[in-house]
């Protein structure tokens, strides 16, 4: 499976190039991010999603590890496939999706271009949950888990700091990502699990 191509950027045509990587030329669908900084000639790194189908392989290509794993999160809600994929993190910043998915706004989506209402609400229903999961697990992997008696902390800001350090992992800033959580905490009244919280925190930043 390929995840990231080193090439000399030999095409590019729309959305889409060719990158030839020792005399092999691969096509890439490209998000906007990534083709705004790619330009003939240039030699460019970027990571990949392998598509592979029984009639074909396609390759998407991002800017970004931030921009491939919301890919991959969109990929696996059942009616978007690939290309709709690529064109929902191509018209939206990062930051701006994950908070409407983690809010669960389906009218901020709806204004993305190429995602009706039925649409929006299957993003919602089917990542919500999956999105303050992911972000909770990468944080725990990058920094292991906060507990008591590693870190000294209460419980409740313990958690506060499991949140903030989640949405970093989503990249966000720290100073963003502290002032969510803390309008998460005054919203909620309590902090509650560390889940529960990012998914609230998501709704400020």
């Known amino acids: 499976m390929i995840s990231r191509l080193h090439g000399e950027v030999v095409e590019i045509d729309g ?3 060719v990158v030839d990587v ?3 030329g691969y096509e890439v669908a490209c998000t906007t991010a990534l083709l705004s900084r790619l330009s003939l000639g240039t030699r460019a790194i970027f990571s990949v999603y392998t598509d592979v189908r029984e009639d074909a392989i396609r390759l998407f290509g ?3 590890v931030a921009e491939r794993h919301i890919f991959l999160l969109l990929n696996r809600v059942s009616g978007i496939g690939p290309r709709s994929s ?3 993190v191509s018209n939206v ?3 701006d999706l994950l908070r409407a ?3 669960g706004d389906v009218h901020a989506l709806m204004s993305i271009k190429g995602v ?5 609400e299957r993003i919602v229903v089917e990542l919500r949950d999956l999105v303050a999961n992911m972000a909770g697990e990468r944080a725990d992997s990058l920094r292991g888990m906060v507990s008591m008696e590693r ?3 209460p419980p409740a800001t313990a958690v506060s700091s499991d949140a903030v350090s989640a949405l970093e992992v989503l990249g966000f800033a720290r100073r963003d990502a502290e002032s969510a959580v803390s309008q998460a905490v005054q919203g909620r009244g309590s902090v509650g699990d560390v889940g529960e919280l990012i998914r609230e925190a998501l709704r400020y930043v």
């Open 93 to 95: 910043a990062i930051r």
């Open 62 to 64: 991002f800017d970004s």
């Open 22 to 24: 020792n005399g092999v």
């Open 15 to 17: 959305d889409g190039i």
């Open 151 to 153: 870190s000294g902390e």
């Open 116 to 120: 009706g209402k039925k649409k929006a």
């Open 86 to 88: 690529l064109d929902v």
């Open 101 to 103: 998915i983690g809010s």
